[in-house]
Structure formats: C-alpha cells, structure tokens
C-alpha cells in the first residue's frame, strides 16, 4: 500500500510549505505498518469525506490523499484538516 | 465595474501607480499580454514621472489627528472595562487541541519563547481592538484568548480554528515560527471577522477574509512601534522565513508580489491589480493570492492620507466589516461598503473619501 498525503492552503498559501509525502507502508517498521493500514481504510476516509461539519477554521490546510492499495486499486479523498481525527494527523506526522 | 480576467482596465500611466521594480519582475516573470503591459508602463514611468510626483504632491496630507478618529476615540469606553484574559497552551508537538494549560492571564514568564511570545502578542492585538475600536475582545463580549503553541511536529502553519488560535514551530527550513506579532494579529482577526458575520472561506469574500487580517496584522505591529504610514514596511510575517530563504517576508501589502523569490518556495504570486486576479481552485480559489489586491488598495489609501493607518483607515475598514451584512461580498461589494463607512464617519466629499475612491480605482476597482 501507498499513501501519498499532499496539502494546499494555509496561512502562507504556497504549496512548498505545506505537507507533501509519499510513504510506502511495507517499507515502515511492522507496528506503524498495521496502524497507517487501519487508519487508511477507505471506508473509514470516506466517512470522514463525507462528514463535513460546517467549518469556521480560516488558514488550515486541505488535504489530498491518495491510497493506492496492494491490488494496484487507486482511492482519492479531499478531506479538510478540520475532520481529521487528532490521532490520524499524528499518525501522518509519524509516517 | 471590474473584470476578473483578462487585461480590461485602461491604463492610464498618471492614475497607475505600480512601481517600476514591479513592473520589471512582471515584464520578466509573467506571461503574454501582462508581461507586454508591464514592458510598455515601464517605458513610459520615465515619461510620467514627473507628473506623477507632482501629482502625489498635491495630494498627501500631513499625519494630523483626524476629527473623526478623535471622536470614535473620545466615544470609547475605557480599555480598563474590557477584560483580557489569556490562555495559552502547549501542543506538545502533537495534533490534539488545545494541548497542556501553561500560561494564563497574569502568570509570569514560562521562559519557553513561543509561550511567552503568544501571551505577550494577545496583548498587543487585544489593545489595539479595545483601545482603537472599543472591542471587548475577539467576539466584542471578553472570550478568552485560547492559543496553542508547539502544534504537531516541524509543522508550517498557523490557524485559527474558530475559537482558538494555533501556531507551529516551523520546520527551521522553510518556516522558523510563526509568532511573530503580524502573524498572531492576522489570526486573532480572522476571529474578528468570523464573529462580525463573517466572510465565506472561498474565492473573492475568502480573500477579503484574507485581507482584513492581514490589514489588522500590519496595523498591530505599525501602532505597536508607533510607525506612520509612510514609515511602515507593510510587511506581513516579516523573518519568519527560514534562514536559507531568498524573502523579507510572507506577503508585502506595499508590493504584493515581491515579498520572496526563492528556488524552493518559488515566487510570491500575490497581484497588486484587478489585471492580474488569479484564478485557481486551490487555497480555497486563492485566497491568499488575490488577498494582494484589497492589501494593496488598503496601502495605497493610508499613504495617500498620511499619518497613522490605524487611523482613519483602520477606522474605515473596521466599520465597513461591521455593517457589511454580506458573507458573500466580492471586492466590490467589498469596496463600496468602505466608501459608506468613510461617507458616515468623515463626510461625502472628505479626504478620506476621495483617497479611498482613488486608491481602489488604482487596483482596478471602480466605485
Ligand atoms: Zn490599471
Ligand atoms: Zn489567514
């Protein structure tokens, strides 16, 4: 599986300070491994797709992630910094 | 009437007053018709120098108090009624909101410099609004300074989340804080804007939201150090850039545009003029770029009226986000909502209503 996480957005509004990483999950030590995979299900980022609380945050980032899984399958979530779980946004800062 | 797109404003050289090292970056940098339009201004600068300064001469006005900003100020409850209160907490490196409780209202010094820096700058901003405006805090009704320093790792960003502030360390590369005062003010604005009916976050009311706090930043610092208009750097998150960055700042509302120039970050792509508005669907329709245009209108007019910007202009843009009524405001809807506010605060054929008339006509804005 690869997870690639890219932002745009924030208080600069430039693409070179936001976050842009590509982690390859088998190449992670086994315990982080099964995490990012639970964390990076596509149901559960559907759900937080889908979720979208009115929000009245100004200059956070917005999230593009792309999921491509073990089968070659591709997932494409936009998801606002907003309904990130705080434990999913430690786990990206993590990877 | 503005156009959006395209290359539509006459341009008359007197009443354009793009200077010329913009226009030579334009001429270098921007493609096709912008890069002609810059090359051919820039031709004639020479010509119309003189006229223009001429011009200016006539116009400028020396930095007196303004009658209208001594009665908005004699009218003010006293700063003392309004009750600060602040709390700042630690992120501790991790996402969780708001983190560790380590610094309230009247505690000393934590020695952690991002603490003391969050504390001390609340202050500033928080006085500005109190003793210029008579606000009692972000929401008019004394909320709590709520800000979180150390949020998650190496992290390049500050926000306000709607009801706190946040602020990263920076990843010493690209970014070495974030708290510094234009910053922290641009934040704590954007809670004024939100709790004054608020701009939607996208497109042309996302980067009016954008440029109210950026003005708001520049006007905390600028009344902090006690700087004139003309005396102003206008530059906002001035040093926070990282110590291998080619860039003054994050944003220069004197010349938007040029505030960095660096192999990593790229080029600051903020327009100063209606000409230039950039259409994206990212940043929420770019609504940090296009912020460049009322930044720069909002320039032009304290420099055409002297003296302090936390004056008259700050009064009128202050007034103008109270009765605007309108979360979808263009910069139109924009602009003609501060010719109202400098019509009832200084009269229909003041100074301050003339400047303003002529300093958003410079941006490419009729009103
Ligand atoms: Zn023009
Ligand atoms: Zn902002």
Known sequence: ?95 | MFRVQGCTCRHDPLQCIIPPHMLRVLSIRAGGEVAKMARSLLDQSEKFRESRSEDAGTVMVPGKALPGAFVAAAMSAPAGLHDLHREIYDGENKAALPGKPVRSEGSPATGDAAVDAAYDNAKIVFDLYSDEFNRNSLDGKGLPLKATVHHRRDFNNAFWNGSQMVYGDGDGVIFRNFLELSVVAHEMSHGVVGFSGGLTYQGQSGALNESFADVFGALAVQRNIGQSAHEADWLIGKGILGPGINGAALRSMRAPGTAYSDGQLGQDPQPYHMDLFVNTSEDNGGVHINSGIPNHAFYLFSVLLGGNAWGAPGHIWYAALQSLNNPFASFADWAAETMEAATGLYGVRSLEFVFLRRAWKLVGISV
């Open chain 1, 1 to 95: 599986m690869i997870v690639k996480i890219a932002t745009s957005g924030g208080f600069a509004g430039i693409p070179a300070a936001g976050i842009n990483k590509t982690v390859d999950v088998s190449s992670l030590p086994p315990p982080l491994q099964e995490r990012v995979c639970r964390a990076f299900e596509p149901p559960k980022l559907k759900r937080l797709e889908k979720s979208g609380a009115p929000d009245t945050s100004v200059d956070r980032f917005n999230y593009a992630i792309t999921v491509t899984d073990d089968a070659g399958e591709v997932h494409r979530y936009r998801l606002e910094e907003s309904v990130l779980p705080a434990e999913l946004i430690d786990l990206m800062d993590e990877m």
